[in-house]
T-cell receptor, first 114, second 114 residues
């Protein structure tokens, strides 16, 4: 039982390049989330998927797109990376929505945009 | 709108002494409150939550938190700190009246010195 896995662990991009961050969970959770973590700002929600087939914007969705590929997988895409997107990205999952159930987090992806 | 504040960037305590990490929140409905811990280069781990019921909530690793509705606070406590408790701690809130998202505080770094 690996929990929540993320790939890659590290990535360096040039401004304007694109990339997809991958996330998978093996806990049969319905809900999945993408956050970014910046110093002193805690975690901010980018997008979430309450259940397979649905996605919703979070607090900071601009510049990102997501795909809930199936119940296990939730990917985050940067179409044209900008230096402001330099951050640590975390994927998380929960049984159902965040109000009642704790979220389980992946180890993170450290992204640098030059 | 829901919000959460962690007024201390860093808390320093000596090993064996009690510790408190502060959290205050603002919601329009009922609060659902969570504490998470982050060790270096790791994702967040769930510690405890308050949904309803007893105001004193006990969680993992000997931590507990007290929900105080009149002071809109949810401070994290431990009777006797360990050096291994040194980490980054996040408080999070969801407003029962406001959608399906958690809002995280900026985090408090706990340093426990031998």
């Amino acid at each position: 039982n690996a929990g929540v896995t993320q790939t890659p662990k590290f990535q360096v991009l040039k401004t304007g390049q694109s990339m997809t961050l991958q996330c998978a969970q093996d806990m049969n959770h319905n809900s999945m989330y993408w956050y970014r973590q910046d110093p002193g700002m805690g975690l901010r929600l980018i997008y979430y998927s309450a259940s397979e087939g649905t996605t919703d914007k979070g607090e900071v969705p601009n510049g990102y797109n997501v795909s809930r590929l199936n119940k296990r997988e939730f990917s985050l895409r940067l179409e044209s990376a900008a230096p402001s997107q330099t951050s640590v990205y975390f994927c998380a999952s929960s049984v159902i929505g965040p109000g009642y159930n704790e979220q389980f987090f992946g180890p993170g992806t450290r992204l640098t945009v030059l | 709108a829901q919000s959460v504040a962690q007024p201390e960037d860093q808390v320093n305590v000596a090993e064996g002494n009690p510790l408190t990490v502060k959290c205050t929140y603002s919601v329009s409905g009922n609060p659902y409150l969570f504490w998470y811990v982050q060790y270096p280069n790791r994702g967040l781990q769930f510690l405890l939550k308050y949904i309803t019921g007893d105001n004193l909530v006990k969680g993992s690793y000997g931590f507990e938190a007290e929900f105080n509705k009149s002071q809109t606070s949810f401070h994290l406590k431990k009777p006797s700190a360990l050096v291994s408790d040194s980490a980054l701690y996040f408080c999070a809130v969801r407003d029962s009246n406001a959608g399906n998202m958690l809002t995280f505080g900026g985090g408090t770094r706990l340093m426990v010195k031998p």
